[in-house]
């Protein structure tokens, strides 16, 4: 044998966080309150008394926040909603940006 040292090569690996988004969800003319609370439900994954609240916010603010999600999770709901919206014949507006 010889009197070689053998090194071990470690590799340290660094886990972080995803960036998140706020999906923000815009007051307008056309959609009832009722199709904003049934996307809040069952997109968002909200209960129905908080899904009124944020409701009653986007009519009063013109805005409001329907959730905040990683980059492909919030674009997802935005896709699922604005699907929902299309075949209702709503024009609901979403966006997305950084936190």
């Not at 056309?30 to 909200?46: G, I, P, R």
């Amino acid at each position: 044998m010889s009197n070689e040292t053998k090194l071990q090569e470690r590799t340290i690996f660094e886990i972080k966080k995803p960036r998140m988004y706020k999906v923000i969800i815009y007051n307008d003319d056309y959609t009832t309150m009722d199709f904003v609370v049934e996307v809040l439900v069952n997109v968002f994954s909200k209960n129905v008394p908080e899904a009124v609240k944020i409701m009653f916010n986007v009519h009063k603010n013109g805005s409001g926040v329907a959730g905040i999600y990683s980059y492909d999770i919030a674009a997802t709901k935005i896709k699922q909603t604005q699907d929902m919206a299309s075949k209702s014949g709503y024009p609901l507006k979403l966006t997305m940006e950084g936190v």
